[in-house]
């Protein structure tokens, strides 16, 4: 019957139209699951900060993307930024495989927080021990000192010695470095037993033994409770 009174035509059903998702701007929690799922598109539009910290699995970003500010902050098998990337504010960086940018990129770098210098977040090796030393304001030194290195440092500007005892590996070290507007910094020196390697270890300023520091890397708040058969 329907057929007969549209001369043999079932008429088409009115369809609602979509918008255009690649033009609709997104909010960072989405993008933020798009991008980790491999589903968002070029030139996708980010409201407000996109936090994309801590994503290994993350290697590559779509083209002309843009967001107000933007954290790959342990992102480590990201290599490269996308092609036409727009960020308003800054870009955070620690820790993320980024080891290098065009010059001239214009972007603001930031790493942990701070704002820092294309030399600093990507050529370590330019850092001197006694630069750091120099360097007054407090945040930007302690980045200097993780992108120089805690064993370098140690190296180039010595340390007091708190502790020392002995474990399977040999002869552990509690060293610190004090400074006059800032905690010290704290440091074990220990080494593996296996391959005999030392490894400085960060810690709390007010530990006070190896065994101490040592108990606290190993997630102990009373070193009593902490009794390993080797400790490395």
């Known amino acids: 019957m329907l057929k007969m009174m549209s001369n043999g035509r079932v008429p088409n059903k009115p369809v609602k139209q979509r918008p255009n998702e690649s033009h609709e ?28 910290s801590g994503a290994s699995e993350l290697y590559n970003l779509p083209e002309n993307l843009s967001c107000e500010s933007l954290d790959i902050r342990d992102c480590v098998n990201l290599t490269t930024l996308p092609k036409g990337l727009h960020i308003t504010y800054w870009i955070e960086l620690a820790g993320s495989g980024i080891t290098s940018l065009p010059a001239g990129h214009g972007f603001v770098l930031r790493w942990r927080g701070v704002q820092v210098s294309d030399s600093i977040a990507f050529e370590s090796q330019s850092i001197t021990g006694q630069d750091i030393l120099n360097v007054e304001n407090v945040e930007l030194r302690r980045v200097l000192i993780e992108r120089l290195g805690y064993e370098t440092f140690l190296q180039q500007v010595g340390g007091l010695i708190r502790d020392r ?52 890397i190993a997630g102990f708040t009373n070193p009593d409770d902490y009794h390993p058969l080797i400790e490395a």
């Not at 997104?26 to 994309?52: C, F, N, P, T, Y």
């Not at 474990?167 to 296996?194: H, N």
């Open 25 to 52: 701007p997104v909010s960072a929690q989405r993008a933020r699951k798009l991008i980790l799922e491999h589903r968002a598109w070029d030139g996708m539009r980010v409201l407000g900060h996109l936090d994309l």
């Open 165 to 216: 005892d002995k474990d399977a590996g040999g002869e552990r070290q509690l060293v610190y470095i004090p400074f006059e507007d800032d905690e010290p910094l704290m440091v074990l020196k220990v080494t593996c037993p296996s391959t005999g390697h030392t490894h400085i270890l960060r810690v709390p300023p007010y530990m006070r033994s190896c065994h101490q520091a040592a108990a606290w």
